[in-house]
């Protein structure tokens, strides 16, 4: 089969692999659609995998076509990525996220960027009718971003400000959105993220880097500040853009993967002393029979709440990797989400 194999840092390759052995606890998929992470831009020209080589992307969706139960041949499924050891304390309550020996599809063992992928049985998330593979695909973003959201403990008539207009920082306000939220403001430094988000009807999108976001928010509400605040940069000064918007005894959701230290001033610091802020990080989803982001994003499509295909900006073939890879590294136009579509 054709496959992305990453052999090394940057040194990827669209070449032929053999086909994946299936193990009797997992079903053979045939990939339909998958989508580059911002994550897999380091992964490829940075730091690499955890092994070479190693065949990329961690969100997919396609169709099983093995699988010891043959009931489950022809269903369409996305992957939950993380496969758990099933064994740490963290396991055993269902707290996947933070296992201590877990798998992982795309950077620790093979991913979706190939025709073919072994996996679980148990990680698959069955795609309910209406829903397209290539949205399907879209289910890790958007069950980090619902997760994200959880987290920030906002409904009706509150207020919440996003920074980083993404595709995670456009699903959680979509989510915002179907929550009933007075106020969803989202942030970004580039006016062409700025015009991209208003297009898809958040008209309460700002470039910080032309007014204040602490004072745009003062003005919407009264003086008294957001009653959440998310972090998805990853960057100091959006960290402390956060603490100063965010009302008192308002919480800030950590969601962004930090490129560098991340420090604070003293008057940030302050804010969360003075304004008694809950300060509260987020990692990956929640994939349990009692809270599962994955199925409730996917439930949220079927019924055409949660609409991400306005997010897949740009869709190539595997064999199109530099094209779609160079897209995002070199910053050269604007793009929300790349896919590779192999088959809808």
């Avoid at 496969?83 to 877990?102: D, F, L, M, N, V």
């Avoid at 190539?316 to 590779?340: D, G, H, N, P, V």
Wanted: aromatic residues 10%.
């Amino acid at each position: 089969m054709k496959a992305l194999n990453l052999y090394g840092v940057n040194d990827l390759r669209y070449d032929e692999i053999g086909l994946p052995e299936r193990q009797n606890t997992e079903v053979l998929l045939q990939i339909k659609a998958v989508g580059i992470c911002g994550s897999d831009i380091p992964r490829v020209f940075d730091k690499g995998t955890y092994h070479f080589p190693t065949v990329m992307g961690h969100e997919f969706a396609g169709k099983v076509v093995e699988a010891e139960n043959t009931d489950l041949i022809g269903r369409n499924a996305a992957v939950f990525p993380l496969i758990p050891c099933g064994e740490c304390s963290a396991c055993q309550c269902g707290r996947y996220a933070q296992c201590k020996q877990y798998n992982y599809y795309g950077s620790r063992c093979n991913g979706g960027m190939s025709e073919y992928i072994a996996v679980k049985k148990e990680n698959l998330v069955f795609i309910p009718e209406g829903v397209l593979c290539k949205e399907a695909a879209m289910s890790e973003p958007a069950a980090v971003a619902l997760h994200a959201f959880r987290k920030a403990s906002v409904g009706i008539g509150n207020t919440i400000v996003i920074f980083g207009i993404g595709p995670i920082g456009l699903i959680l306000a979509q989510w915002a959105k179907i929550a009933g939220l007075k106020n969803i403001v989202l942030v970004a430094r580039n006016r062409d993220k700025v015009e991209f988000a208003q297009r898809l009807g958040f008209f309460q999108t700002i470039n910080s880097s032309e007014m204040s976001v602490r004072d745009y928010v003062l003005s919407l509400t009264n003086g008294v500040g957001a009653d959440a605040c998310i972090e998805g940069t990853g960057q100091s000064a959006t960290l402390e853009a956060c603490l100063l918007a965010v009302r008192n005894f308002g919480k800030v959701v950590t969601m962004g993967n930090p490129v560098e230290a991340i420090t604070l001033s003293q008057n940030a610091y302050w804010n969360i002393l003075r304004k008694e802020i809950c300060l509260v990080g987020t990692w990956n989803s929640s994939f349990t029979e009692m809270e599962n982001d994955w199925k409730d994003a996917l439930a949220a499509m079927q019924c055409k709440q949660l609409d991400v295909l306005p997010l897949i900006t740009h869709e190539f073939t595997l064999a199109q990797y530099k094209e779609a890879f160079s897209i995002m590294r070199e910053k050269k136009e604007l793009y929300c989400k790349i896919m590779f579509v192999i088959e809808e």
